[in-house]
């Protein structure tokens, strides 16, 4: 069962966090895309990638200047937060964003159901392994209907956002991946809980949170 001592504002700080997870992630990949895409394919050797350090040079520069800008004018960051956290909560799958209104307890879409179907669920996909990757939880619950519109990123954040830890490698079948290692787990529901009865596992309907 969830913590009865966990707040709205809580909630709110783990979609947040989990929004700007995958907010930086993005921005990284897209400043990488722009940096490798100034290679020139018709040079060689050092001229050939001249337009990728150029690009870089860019960036570090830029940087920089937002640096100077906010010690400089640090009332820009009251403009500047807010945006940030706009777009972090953006970034979101939209099932993963926490809904306004909490559910009473005991209803369908109870946080508390939620958790512990998610957990039931986990700890039957773990079996007597010591855990289980997430590309194979993610593929298991897509062949059940579920979390169709998440890619593995996405759902690692999901889960982040509920306090499912997950590992960034864990060695399962000879293989390293991000993973849930079964003794990061708390201890699995009473019986009775289950994803085919009281709850489908975080479920992506944001009054699910």
């Known amino acids: ?15 947040l966090t989990a ?13 990488a895309a722009w940096v ?16 990728c350090a150029l690009r870089l040079v860019l960036l570090t ?13 640090p ?7 807010p945006v940030w956290c706009w777009a972090a909560v953006r970034a979101l799958p939209k099932g993963a964003r926490i809904a306004e209104e909490k559910p009473e307890p005991g209803s369908p879409s109870s946080p508390d159901l939620v958790y512990d179907a998610t957990l039931d669920w986990i700890h039957q996909q773990i079996a007597q392994r010591n855990g289980v990757h997430l590309s194979d939880l993610l593929s298991h619950a897509q062949a059940h209907g579920m979390f169709t519109d998440l890619d593995v ?9 509920w306090h499912i830890p997950v590992r960034q490698q864990l060695k399962v079948g000879g293989r390293n991946r991000p993973g849930i290692h079964r003794d990061d787990l708390p201890p699995r529901p009473a019986p009775g809980v289950s994803p085919g009865s009281a709850q489908e596992p975080l479920p992506t309907r944001s009054t699910a949170a």
């Open 19 to 31: 929004g700007q997870r995958i907010l930086i992630r993005r921005l990284a990949d897209r400043a």
């Open 36 to 51: 490798r895409a100034g290679r020139r394919d018709d040079l060689d050797g050092l001229a050939a990638i001249l337009g």
């Open 61 to 73: 520069a830029g940087a920089y200047g937002v640096w100077l800008l906010v010690r400089r004018w």
């Open 1 to 15: 069962m969830t913590d009865p001592k966990t707040t709205a504002a809580q909630r709110h700080a783990r979609t």
């Open 153 to 161: 990123p996405n759902f690692r954040a999901t889960l982040e956002r």
């Open 75 to 81: 009332g820009v960051l009251w403009a500047a937060v």
